[in-house]
């Protein structure tokens, strides 16, 4: 029998959007805070109550253009300054940021609606993120063969790429931006960055720190809007690169159209994670780990491990994973011990509701249901329905809210079929106290990144973030080496220096031995 769980929040409408008394999202255009002239603006709220908190602009195309020309002008120079200056430099914003944590998170909970809490995570990781960028004077080392023919060296340099882009999705405000413009710029590149138009405010002030940190003008550029700024990045011949999170939508129309330009892209999309949990598997534990993940952020992770499989007697667990699922408490990401916020949007939770209602219309088991939640009362409800089939959309697409759903396999190979058999390929994790079953899973699943009792396994930045098939485009990954490697481009130097008295008396015409 296959079930489903959910809670959700009922965002709650209340004031007046006073739009010109609202402040207005700034570019940062060549080290300053700029206003644009934009005709076109985006209205952002704040997830908890729907109040207006800022108009974001759609930039103009004389906007973007300033933006890149700052980004290539300051390229120039930017390239030249020593691998010691751009290092000092991130130590500086390293120590920045961690001063500004409180204000950072403060800015996510109140764009994005996270709590205040998985708000200083966001942060967190980001910032671990330039910590690694500060060993960029080992990172960046090439390779060197002396003597590959007589008097002859050859020397291989990882070199800047130019100008780079940055475009990212609204769930990790902070977190996002944090893996793109420190290790571009730690290489000796410059980034012109779109943050999501949902949330950019963590961005901004990002931006601030990197201007206080002593950064030169225009090595980062950030421009808004949403497809139109994207289309605009993916056709603009100086940008060299784009790095993208977000969307499978939005993922595949920037990889096509930004490779078809010429242009090196790294895409990480969307994600069904799963979660196997073996009947011998620490059952207070794993429970502990299925629900955080799958809740946590209100489900709005890319790595939210929002599928489990109960193998075997492990179905036996469903009432406890409930209970669990049941204390927690939904509410503003400001209140204290909240432990899942607002999903981004009504428009979002319509689409989660939707895919709930879909579910059971194919028959799921809604064991619990917080369709009707009212965040004033953190009230929550249950709900038992019919059992679903595994054809059903809420099974295919990506929910990304705080839905979890329960499918049942009678064995760990069943279990591995049917991940492998997902078109995506971003997290998965195993519960489980068999070394043995661990090893076959680990060796036979198809995902990027896997965790042995590890609920979520995002790798930490001396590492990359390895999602893989339908979760990521590209070859080279988000960060750690691989990160570096997207970033520059080698440059193969051979050089000749033979003495006087040893020159050679003829050309030589043949290709040598
Ligand atoms: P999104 O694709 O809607 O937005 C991401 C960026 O793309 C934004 O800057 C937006 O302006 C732009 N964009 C949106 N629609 C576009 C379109 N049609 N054409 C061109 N550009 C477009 O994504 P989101 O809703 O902000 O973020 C949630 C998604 O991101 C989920 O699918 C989640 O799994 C994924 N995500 C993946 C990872 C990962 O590492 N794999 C990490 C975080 C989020």
Redesign the pocket.
């Known amino acids: 029998m296959n079930r489903l769980l959910s809670l959700s929040k009922v965002p709650v409408l209340t004031g007046f959007w006073r739009h010109y008394s609202v402040p207005t999202t700034k570019m940062f255009i060549d080290g300053e805070f700029v206003e644009s002239k934009a005709k076109s603006w985006i209205e952002l709220h704040n997830p908890a109550n729907n109040e207006l908190v800022t108009r974001v602009p759609k930039c103009t195309e004389a906007e973007m253009n300033a933006a890149v020309d700052s980004c290539q002008t300051a390229f120039e120079s930017w390239r030249k300054t020593t691998v010691l200056t751009r290092q000092s430099l991130m130590f500086e914003l390293q120590r920045l940021i961690k001063r500004d944590m409180k204000k950072l998170a403060e800015n996510i909970t109140l764009e994005q609606g996270k709590t205040l809490a998985d708000a200083h995570g966001d942060v967190m990781r980001g910032l671990q993120v330039v910590e690694h960028c500060c060993s960029i004077t080992s990172l960046q080392l090439g390779e060197t063969m002396p003597g590959i023919a007589k008097d002859m060296d050859t020397h291989t340099y990882r070199v800047p790429l130019g100008v780079t882009a940055g475009?990212?999705?609204?769930?990790?405000p902070a977190m996002?931006p944090l893996w793109m413009f420190p290790l571009s710029l730690v290489c000796g590149n410059t980034m012109l960055l779109?943050?999501?138009?949902?949330d950019p405010g963590a961005c901004m002030l990002l931006m601030g720190l990197l201007q206080e940190a002593g950064f030169p003008n225009g090595v980062v550029n950030v421009i808004h809007g949403?497809?139109e700024a994207?289309t605009f990045i993916c056709d603009n011949p100086q940008i060299r690169a784009i790095s993208f999170?977000?969307?499978?939508?939005?993922g595949q129309?920037?990889y096509e159209r930004g490779s078809k330009s010429g242009k090196r892209v790294q895409c990480?999309?969307?994600?069904k994670n799963h979660g196997v949990i073996l009947p011998d598997a620490n059952k207070a534990q794993t429970i502990q780990s299925l629900v955080g993940a799958a809740f946590g952020a209100a489900g709005q992770r890319?790595m939210a491990l929002s599928t489990a499989i109960l193998v075997g007697e492990a179905r036996n667990w469903l009432p406890e994973i409930v209970a669990r699922a049941k204390e927690l408490r939904v509410g503003p990401g400001t209140e204290p011990g909240a432990d899942l916020g607002p999903v981004i949007s009504p428009e979002a939770k319509a689409r989660i509701l939707s895919l709930v209602e879909s579910g059971i219309s194919e028959g799921a088991d809604c064991v619990l249901d917080g369709r009707g939640l009212v965040v004033k009362g953190y009230e929550k409800g249950n709900f038992v329905g019919p059992p679903f089939s595994l054809s059903m959309e809420c099974y295919r697409e990506?929910i990304?809210g705080p839905v979890l759903l329960c499918l049942e396999a009678d064995t760990l190979e069943d279990a591995i079929q049917l991940i492998n058999s997902n078109p995506y390929g971003?997290g998965t994790a195993i519960f489980t106290n068999s070394g043995a079953a661990a090893r076959k899973f680990t060796e036979e699943i198809d995902v990027g990144q896997v965790g042995v009792n590890v609920p979520i396994p995002v790798p930490l930045p001396m590492f990359s973030?390895t999602?893989s098939r339908g979760?990521f485009r590209g070859d080279q990954n988000f960060y750690g080496k691989h990160g570096v490697h997207f970033y520059t481009q080698l440059k193969t130097v051979t050089q000749l220096w033979r003495s006087e008295d040893a020159v050679t008396s003829a050309s030589a015409t043949a290709m040598p031995l």
């Open positions: 475009i990212t999705p609204f769930n990790f996002i779109k943050p999501s138009e949902r949403a497809q994207v999170v977000g969307s499978d939508r939005a129309y920037i990480n999309m969307g994600a890319c990506e990304f971003n973030f999602g979760s």
